[in-house]
């Protein structure tokens, strides 16, 4: 029996995953590589640093860790100003009644972000008060595909992983929630995130009845 959901932030409460794709885009223009959108997938979900890694490996430029570490703070510089430039009307459509309905109906409701920046964004949204935990990325040591936040945010909510379903984006939130034994709802296309038990184009299609009846 379902007891609890865990939501992913950037591209399932808010589309803050345009904002990171639009500041890496723009730190790999300044190395010569055009960032795709298909590139873009394999960053979402996995912290700063691998997210940088992944994108060095693909232009196979080699930094030292002290550059590797003064371009990443400048991309976040930038994602920095695009948040800032936020409103809480970015929240997707639906999400917060989502949120206040599941509470409503018994079930306890986690946030689970691999972002350093997710309690910046969660007060910008003014949703603070719409979770029973927050994980975030400054509490774990492992990113996303490995299953450590989801476990973190269960053990925070004293609910039992098999008991958890996961809001995911990202190929490697998906891999994550499937190896911390929980379900996984992937929000997106079925082509990036096949591994789900379920696909929803967005995260307000979901619904209690689809809930009961898909888990
Ligand atoms: C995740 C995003 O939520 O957070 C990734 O999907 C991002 O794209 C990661 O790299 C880390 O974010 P931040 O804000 O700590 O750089
Ligand atoms: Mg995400």
Redesign the pocket.
Known sequence: MIKAIIF????VIVDT?QY?YLAWKRLAKEYGLDLTLDQNEL??????MR?LEIILDLGGISLSKEEMERIANKK?GW?VEYLNEMTPEEIFPGVRDMLRSIRANGLRVALA?????ANKVVRLLNIENEFDAIVD?TMIVNSKPDPEIFLLAAKKLSVDPASCVVFED?EAGVEAALAAGMKCVGVGSAEQLGKANLVIAKTADFTLQTLNSEF
Do not use: E, I, Q
């Not at 972000?113 to 920046?117: A, F, P, V």
């Open positions: 992913d932030l950037d591209g995953a990171h960053l979402k979900g996995v912290s700063r997210s976040n994602f972000s691999s972002s350093k920046n990325g990202a």
